[in-house]
C-alpha cells in the first residue's frame, strides 16, 4: 500500500492546467477554491503532490457517494459570513425596530388575552 501511495505522489501532476482541473471537478460538486485552500492550508498554487493525491481521494469519496462535503471541507465562506451576521447582535438603529417590533408583539398579544393593564395618567 505504501508503494502505490509514493507512486501516485511521483506521478501526480502540479501544473496549472492540473490545478484548474481539480478546481473544476471539485466545483462541480459544489466545493470552492477557498474551501480547498483552507483544507491544505495553503494557496493552490503551492500544493504538494501528496495533497494533490490525498484530494483526489476525497473526490472521488465524494463523487462516489461515501462521504458529504462537510466531512472533508469547512462550511464556504458565504455560508460563514451569514451564520455569523445572523448571531451576531444588533445595533444603532436595526436593534432599536428589532426592540419595538418585539414591544409591539407582547403588546399586542396581552390585548387578544385581555390582561392589558393601563397605566394611571396624571389628567
Known sequence: MQQCE???RSRAEVTP??????????SAIGVTREQIERRI???IESITPAQIVQL????????????????WFDAAP?????????????LGTAA??????QRKTI???ASDSGDVHEEASDE
Open 41 to 43: 492550508q495553503r494557496h
Open 107 to 109: 403588546d399586542v398579544s
Open 96 to 101: 432599536l425596530k428589532s426592540k419595538l417590533r
Open 6 to 8: 509514493q507512486t501516485m
Open 78 to 90: 458565504a455560508e460563514q459570513h451569514a451564520e455569523q451576521v445572523a448571531a451576531a447582535p444588533q
Open 17 to 26: 492546467d492540473a490545478l484548474a482541473r481539480l478546481l473544476e471537478a471539485f
Open 56 to 71: 483526489r481521494k476525497i473526490y472521488a469519496s465524494l463523487r462516489d457517494g461515501m462521504s458529504v462535503i462537510a466531512d
